[in-house]
């Protein structure tokens, strides 16, 4: 049996592994402090309007020094579920956007999807609270929910807020 120093030294450099894998791949990723996120967002599927924005209020200062770092100019939050069965299949498809996809895991578990610059293959990137994802502009990926079935990320965007799907088709792409 591995001491506790062994594991998270292990851990580490994990993390270390992935980060340069996703830097090689032009994906922006850190890792947020999440243990102040409320109990509410393990509890419920969906979000009333005034627990979006107790989460907005919560990240608040992280989410304005990475918007201005950035150049993001806005934010909402977005809730995917099984309640969610037309944005789940609109974000499953292989598509990409005229603006970066930034997202800030708020709740549960998801895998994004995202075609490599290296070949012509996908990886899967797992996240979960605490996140931080830059999937840059005009880069194919898709997205699907981990087993948790609920998934709440803070998106930004350098635009007007809303996230604008472009579907593509592409032979390589292929979801487990």
Not at 73 to 92: N, R, Y
Not at 126 to 135: L, N, Q
Request: charged share 25%.
């Amino acid at each position: 049996m591995s001491s506790i120093y062994e594991r998270v030294t292990r851990q580490y450099v994990a993390q270390d592994r992935i980060a340069a894998y996703l830097h090689r791949e032009g994906i922006h990723f850190e890792k947020w402090d999440a243990d102040f996120t409320p109990a509410f967002v393990n509890e419920k599927i969906a979000f009333s309007e005034v627990e979006k924005q107790q989460l907005l209020a919560i990240y608040e200062e992280q989410i304005v020094e990475f918007a201005q770092k950035r150049g993001y100019t806005k934010w909402d939050i977005a809730v995917l579920s099984v309640e969610t069965p037309d944005m789940l299949q609109k974000f499953g498809d292989v598509h990409y956007h005229k603006e970066d996809e930034v997202r800030i895991v708020v709740a549960g578990k998801g895998v994004f999807i995202i075609k490599s610059l290296h070949g012509d293959h996908y990886f899967e990137l797992g996240v979960s609270i605490g996140d931080v994802v830059v999937v840059p502009q005009g880069r194919y990926h898709a997205f699907k929910l981990a087993n948790e079935r609920k998934f709440a990320v803070v998106r930004l965007f350098s635009g007007e807020v809303g996230s604008v799907t472009y579907p593509v088709t592409d032979l390589s792409f292929h979801v487990k």
